[in-house]
């Protein structure tokens, strides 16, 4: 089963909202990343994390990983319609080959 | 294009059957992952590959899932006696690990199965 939560599952939001979308893990980290799918697409890598408490931005995305290395956040500023689609984020485990992927919060902008 | 392929995107086939996908991940990644998706759901890793050893199975991959990549190229994912449970997409992944660093995953654009 799922090993990494994300909260919220859905969020609609009118165009030039912001978003945030938050991902927790019953353990600790190693790395986390994140991913966009679009409707009927595939997961396309984002950003990976490292450090605890640390903190990169793109454009109008902010991410953040927790101090502890059990949460992170994505952000969105004043989201577009071309953000639409499922986040996930997908930690990885010390001594673990492969990522854990989140629940996902699907967006929907609204026009 | 995203650089990994996945032959063939779409597969229907009747439960009992035997189905196998391929995929060809980046040239330059050493590492070659699957993993399943359901609707709703984040994607659940099955099993993945440095160079041509498989290194790690997951528990979802039972004994009617092998998967292969010979000579370390492309990797191909056969399932024996499908069942209506099978139904799901399939995504084929690669990375690039160097010097004990990782890189995120570069998916393909998976392949559909629906068993019926």
């Known amino acids: 089963g799922q090993q990494v939560m994300q909260i919220p599952q859905y969020q609609h939001v009118q165009e030039g909202e912001d978003f945030t979308t938050y991902c927790n893990s019953s353990t600790t980290l190693s790395n986390i990343q994140w991913y966009k799918q679009r409707p009927g697409g595939h997961p396309v890598f984002l950003i990976q994390l490292v450090k605890s408490g640390e903190v990169k931005k793109q454009k109008r995305l902010t991410f953040q990983f927790g101090e502890a290395k059990k949460n992170s956040s994505l952000h969105i500023t004043a989201t577009q319609t071309t953000d639409v689609g499922t986040y996930f984020c997908a930690g990885g485990k010390t001594g673990a080959n492969n990522l854990f992927f989140g629940t996902g919060t699907r967006l929907t902008v609204i026009p | 294009d995203t650089g990994v392929s996945q032959d063939p995107r779409h597969k229907i086939t009747k439960r009992g059957q035997n189905v196998t996908f391929r995929c060809d991940p980046i040239s330059e990644h050493n590492r070659l992952y699957w993993y399943r998706q359901t609707l709703g759901q984040g994607p659940e890793f099955l099993t993945y590959f440095q160079n041509e050893a498989q290194l790690e199975k997951s528990r979802l991959l039972s004994d009617r899932f092998s998967a292969e990549r010979p000579k370390g190229s492309f990797s191909t994912l056969e399932i024996q006696r499908t069942e209506q449970g099978d139904s799901a997409m399939y995504l084929c992944?690669?990375?690039?690990?160097?010097?004990?660093?990782?890189?995120?995953?570069?998916f393909g654009s998976g392949t559909r199965l629906t068993v019926v």
């Open positions: 992944a690669s990375r690039a690990v160097k010097q004990g660093r990782g890189y995120g995953y570069t």
